[in-house]
T-cell receptor, first 107, second 113 residues
Framework: KNEVEQSPQNLTAQEGEFITINCSYS?????LHWLQQHPGGGIVSLFM???GKKKHGRLIATINIQEKHSSLHITASHPRDSAVYIC?????????FGTGTSLTVIP | SAVISQKPSRDICQRGTSLTIQCQVD?????MFWYRQQPGQSLTLIAT?????????ESGFVIDKFPISRPNLTFSTLTVSNMSPEDSSIYLC??????????FGPGTRLTVT
């Protein structure tokens, strides 16, 4: 069993749609990260959360520590949001990664 | 934040050869990590690069296959030795801060023929 589970694995949306990607984890964590990986391979850190909610532009990330669950929301999605989104948790001494959600936004 | 560069960005190598990947950070960091991402998979930690001592390898990865150097707090190298097609992956360097932040390099896309 993976320590970090993401859903859905693949997601196709029309431009402008509201998108939600979910992440559940089974270990105690110090922090949770949402990462974005574009086709070239480079990874960008979008958010680091340990509680509550963070917003950056059209992206919102929430975490519920009691339920061990986090969501990444994208409002007014755009084709440039097409990427793989990875949830990662840090336990205090190591990271565990989800398998990623591949998002395609169609114009 | 930390800005990380990796060289090369991509390479195509012959079976049996070795490739050394460089990772340069724009600030001194304590924790540096090397990850592998095989096609269609998520990231797998290869090792933690420790400054001034041997790297700490994860299960399934050995020093003879993936020797790592960490000569100072801003630089590390990962060598993929005696390559086979199964080594075709993206190799990523990352750094961690004491505040649990993690930053990734742009990755090195390796294809072994």
């Amino acid at each position: 069993k993976n320590e970090v589970e993401q859903s859905p694995q693949n997601l196709t949306a029309q431009e402008g749609e509201f998108i939600t990607i979910n992440c559940s984890y089974s270990v105690g964590i110090s922090a949770l990260h949402w990462l974005q990986q574009h086709p070239g391979g480079g990874i960008v850190s979008l958010f680091m959360l340990s509680s509550g909610k963070k917003k950056h532009g059209r992206l919102i990330a929430t975490i519920n520590i009691q339920e061990k669950h986090s969501s990444l929301h994208i409002t007014a999605s755009h084709p440039r949001d097409s990427a793989v989104y990875i949830c990662a948790v840090f336990t205090g001494n190591q990271f565990y990664f989800g398998t990623g959600t591949s998002l395609t936004v169609i114009p | 934040s930390a800005v990380i560069s990796q060289k090369p960005s991509r390479d195509i190598c012959q079976r049996g050869t070795s490739l050394t990947i460089q990772c340069q950070v724009d600030s001194q960091v304590t924790m540096m990590f090397w990850y592998r991402q095989q096609p269609g998979q998520s990231l797998t930690l290869i090792a933690t690069a420790n400054q001034g001592s041997e790297a700490t390898y994860e299960s399934g990865f050995v020093i003879d296959k993936f020797p790592i150097s960490r000569p100072n707090l801003t630089f590390s190298t990962l060598t993929v030795s005696n390559m086979s097609p199964e080594d075709s992956s993206i190799y990523l360097c990352s750094v961690g801060t004491d505040a649990y932040e993690q930053y990734f390099g742009p990755g090195t896309r390796l294809t072994v023929t």
